[in-house]
């Protein structure tokens, strides 16, 4: 597999929120059954405690909350790209994305349910040691600031996002993980998926 590594490669991207908005973004809003229905249409498919249940749709639990603050500004300003997303948070302000970052990232992650393939589940270990994702995701590939949670992602959602990262259907301002996964095969694609999938966040 020629994955490049990645912590040496890591390219931290502009921070969108400055720490203008109080410790609780919740406290900043003054409808807070706005919020809660807000919430609510987000959990409809990303899962009730964040954790998806939904095929090719991500779980949000435990995501670190600058990653899901600034996804959700750049898919409300229409630098990433997402159809069915931008309807929703076209009109959030600041502090209710915050609010709903707040909450989603509160949540614990889980990972895929039952049992593991045992043969896929160590390939996918390998190529993720050798690929050194956890540089960047750290050790238990929890995620920090703006790089997100992969540990307990759902399969599938992982495998088309890293087959678009290779294919170039993903484009964004940081090109790290287009690099990394450059020339990985769909088979080694879908080993490290699995093993994420059930890899387990420990903090």
């Known amino acids: 597999m020629r994955v490049r590594t990645a912590a040496k490669r890591c390219i931290f991207g502009l921070t969108l929120i400055t720490g203008i908005f109080p ?3 919740a ?3 003054d409808d807070g059954a706005a919020l809660e229905a807000k919430i609510s249409a987000c959990a409809s498919c990303h899962g009730s405690d964040g954790n998806s249940a939904r095929e090719g749709i991500p779980s949000l639990a435990g995501q670190p909350e600058k990653f899901l603050v600034d996804q959700l500004i ?3 300003e229409g630098v990433r790209r997402s159809e069915l997303m931008r309807p929703f948070v076209r009109g959030f302000d600041d502090a209710t994305i915050i609010a709903i970052a707040e909450h989603f990232a509160s949540m614990p992650a ?3 349910e039952g049992s593991p393939n ?3 589940f160590a390939r996918g270990r390998a190529l993720v040691q050798s690929g050194h994702c956890g540089g960047c995701h750290l050790p238990d590939y929890s995620g920090r600031a703006q790089i997100p949670r992969i540990a307990g992602q759902r399969e599938d ?4 996002t890293l087959m678009a990262y290779r294919d170039g259907r993903i484009l964004r ?4 993980m287009n690099n990394v996964m450059h020339g990985a095969a769909d088979d080694e694609i879908r080993a490290l998926a699995h093993f994420l999938a059930y890899a387990t966040v420990t903090h």
Do not use: M, Q
């Open 23 to 25: 410790a609780s973004a």
């Open 27 to 29: 406290e900043a809003l």
């Open 74 to 76: 750049l898919i409300r």
């Open 110 to 112: 889980r990972p895929a």
């Open 118 to 120: 045992p043969e896929l």
């Open 157 to 160: 959602y992982l495998a088309a």
């Open 173 to 176: 301002p940081d090109t790290t």
